[in-house]
């Protein structure tokens, strides 16, 4: 099945032109940074950029930008971020924010936003060996344990388990519908620069999304009350199998200690680098943070995100912004979009148990102005060759 991603993964989302002015300055960043991953043996086609940057015209900068009339954040060694508020959705401060990066795990809010709209949590799932012996961080499901749609979404925001991705993905119809449906959930936030290419966030042909996109789905993500539990929960207790007792798992995000946090999710792979998205509550204001392509040292990444919102905190609400989060379903690609590929069955906008009536092709990466993504017989066959190379040697962490 692992070869059929790249299938999925060309087979969704809008075509559209892109324009010079939206991004001058630009260049490089339609797509992730090289070099690239062992699982990206094949070029994928950058996604293209929408006429307008996302957010405002704001949000379209390559370099720094924060809100008028107050001073500009601390220094940070990040490559790409976003501060902003939760609620109003104003954009407070960025670096690069539609600059397209590898999310690695963080990419996982798209996958819970898709399985807590269409999986009932009590229904039980059979993991497998497959599911069991994937790469990189897992929750600890074994091959014939039963488990809930509950606590495999535990296992996934707690420890961040590539394991239970594998067991959401296959319970959703398989790697390929859930891509097309993690797909179409970009698409209708207005998340333009994310393109799945596995359900856990490891590496894989054409992966991409961007700080500004992370700062849409985790905004989705939290608004759901059973997944605002999750976030919050340090520790659960985690079902056993073959005769294992069952242990307790806990949760990763480092922010978890800070007074007020909302909730955080943590990624890395070797080719993304470190990546975080967290929020945290003072006195009613909800400020979250993205951070993309960063380091651990000299300064850990929790320590950037703290640094980033003490300073979003002292921005006053009346501050003229940077941009804005787009509300869902206000985003649309820019005309003559062409249609090459339909969206696999089922796939639908978040909380849609239906197909989706508007079959469109991946969100908005940076292509060049007139590019238009063909998919023909070269194009498939490259993409099911680095189906069959992902499959083989999946990178650790997701």
């Known amino acids: 099945m692992s070869v059929l991603v790249g299938l999925a993964v060309l087979a969704t989302g809008p075509v559209a032109s892109a324009a ?6 630009c260049l490089g960043q339609d797509l992730p940074p090289g070099p690239p991953a062992r699982e990206e043996t094949v070029a994928v086609a950058p996604l293209p950029v929408p006429d307008e940057p996302v957010g405002g015209r704001g949000t379209g900068t390559c370099a720094d930008a924060h809100a008028v009339g107050v001073a500009p954040p601390p220094p940070v060694g990040i490559a790409s971020y976003v501060v902003a508020d939760l609620d109003s959705g104003a954009v407070l401060a960025v670096r690069a ?14 996958l819970v936003l898709v399985a807590t709209a269409r999986l009932d949590p ?8 497959e599911d069991a012996n994937i790469d990189g961080s897992r929750a600890g499901i074994g091959p014939g344990g039963r488990y809930t749609v509950q606590q495999l979404l535990t296992g996934l925001l707690l420890n961040s388990g590539n394991d239970t991705a594998s067991a959401l993905a296959r319970t959703l119809g398989g790697t390929p519908a859930t891509l097309a449906a993690m797909q179409d959930t970009a698409r209708e936030l207005g998340a333009l620069d994310t393109r799945p ?3 856990s966030g490891l590496d894989g042909p054409g992966m991409s999304s961007s700080a500004y996109d992370l700062a849409l789905a985790f905004r989705a993500a939290v608004a759901r009350p059973q997944v605002a539990a999750l976030m919050l929960t340090r520790t659960a207790p985690f079902p056993g199998f073959g005769g294992k007792p069952g242990f307790l798992i806990a949760n990763d995000n480092p922010l978890l200690g800070t007074p007020g946090t909302i ?15 967290g929020a945290v509550d003072r006195d009613g204001r909800r400020l979250v943070v993205v951070l993309m392509r960063g380091e651990q040292r000299p300064v850990r990444m929790v320590d950037s995100a703290r640094t980033l919102l003490d300073w979003g905190f002292t921005v006053p609400r009346t501050a003229e912004p940077v941009g804005t989060l787009v509300e869902p379903g206000t985003t649309t690609v820019g005309a003559g979009a062409t249609v090459p590929g339909a969206g ?10 239906s197909p989706s009536t508007t079959r469109r092709n991946d ?6 102005p007139g590019v238009t993504l063909v998919v023909g017989a070269l194009a498939v066959v490259a993409i099911v060759l680095a189906g069959a190379a992902l499959a083989l040697r999946r990178r650790r962490r997701g």
């Open 197 to 199: 290419a596995t359900p």
């Open 122 to 129: 009590d229904r039980v799932v059979t993991a497998t060996d």
């Open 263 to 277: 909730g955080g999710k943590t990624g890395f792979t070797d080719a993304a680098r470190h990546t975080f998205v």
């Open 344 to 353: 696999s069955p089922g796939a639908g906008p978040p909380g849609a148990g």
């Open 363 to 368: 969100p908005a990466d940076g292509s060049d």
């Open 97 to 110: 924010p539609h600059a397209r990066q590898r999310p690695a795990s963080t990419l996982k809010l798209f």
């Open 20 to 25: 010079p002015a939206a991004r001058t300055g």
